[in-house]
């Protein structure tokens, strides 16, 4: 089993950076994709990005040129650079770790408000 927590949310102004962290526990051994996802009250969770273990990187429209997914695999710890924040980017924002066997963990989740 492994645990995630993510870390780094908080209040943020629009326009504005925030990077968050997520860092991974137990089973790790055999995580490949690991991702952001994130979740208005409402609406169904929606991808961010994601990143394989080689460090390949996959973006959802919304983001492309405004956050930057990275991956420390030394300190099991995946990264979610964001800029340019919008309002309606305001959300509970999701760690996904997948691992070679399609068994999927989530974190809990660290909201991030962007508002003035």
């Known amino acids: 089993q492994v645990q995630l927590v993510e870390s780094g949310g908080g209040l943020v102004q629009p326009g504005k950076s925030l990077r968050l962290s997520c860092a991974a526990s137990?089973?790790?051994?055999?995580?490949?994709?690991m991702g952001w996802y994130r979740q208005d009250p409402g609406k169904q969770r929606e991808l961010v990005a994601t990143i394989t273990r080689s460090g390949s990187t996959d973006y959802s429209d919304s983001v492309k040129g405004r956050f930057t997914i990275s991956r420390d695999n030394a300190k099991n710890t995946v990264y979610l650079q964001m800029s340019s924040l919008e309002p309606e980017e305001t959300a509970v924002y999701y760690c996904?770790?997948?691992?070679?066997?399609?068994?999927?963990?989530w974190g809990k989740g660290t909201l991030v408000p962007v508002s003035s």
């Open positions: 996904r770790a997948d691992n070679v066997l399609g068994v999927v963990s």
């Open positions: 137990g089973s790790i051994f055999g995580i490949n994709v």
